[in-house]
């Protein structure tokens, strides 16, 4: 009776935590890797608008006004993610900003050629009018 019961507690003692594991459904993304994103978009981007500026194809504006919504978006919640007491923050926070003046400029070749885009500014980015 007594080897019943010490099988039983020893499988319980080796089954328990491996069915208790602490990893998350849904892991983070390391901060690189969230920030290469960023930057994937806004090479995209940069594609996209130095296209359209040598053959003024409109789709080339949108697609390049759609990657850099996208960038700022990644960027603003990386940034949002990190700390102010180090030093990547900064560095977010320096590509979220470079990416907003590329958004204005976009919508202001956009406006000045007669061609209309959504004119959306993402929260990270602030406009004065």
Same mark, same amino acid.
């Given at each position: 009776m007594f080897m019943r019961y010490f099988?039983?507690? @020893? /499988? @319980?003692?080796?089954?328990? +935590? %491996?069915? #208790? !594991? $602490?990893? +998350? *459904?849904?892991?983070?993304? !390391?901060? =690189? !890797? &969230?920030? #290469?994103?960023? *930057? &994937?978009?806004?090479?995209? !981007?940069?594609n996209y608008f130095d296209s359209w500026q040598n053959g003024l194809q409109p789709r080339y504006l949108q697609l390049a006004e759609q990657h850099t919504i996208a960038a700022i978006k990644m960027f603003a919640?990386?940034? /949002? *993610? $990190? #700390? +102010? =007491?180090? /030093?990547e923050?900064? @560095? @977010? =926070?320096? &590509? &979220? $900003?470079r990416s907003c003046r590329l958004l %204005?400029?976009?919508?202001? %070749?956009a406006g000045n050629h007669g061609y209309k885009l959504s004119s959306r500014t993402p929260d990270g980015c602030v406009h004065f009018s």
């Open positions: 099988i039983f507690y @020893v /499988s @319980v003692i080796i089954f328990l +935590p %491996a069915c #208790s !594991s $602490t990893t +998350p *459904d849904f892991p983070q993304q !390391s901060f =690189r !890797s &969230r920030l #290469s994103g960023g *930057d &994937r978009h806004m090479g995209w !981007s940069l919640h990386l940034e /949002s *993610d $990190t #700390s +102010p =007491r180090i /030093s923050f900064y @560095v @977010v =926070r320096e &590509r &979220r $900003t %204005a400029e976009i919508q202001f %070749a």
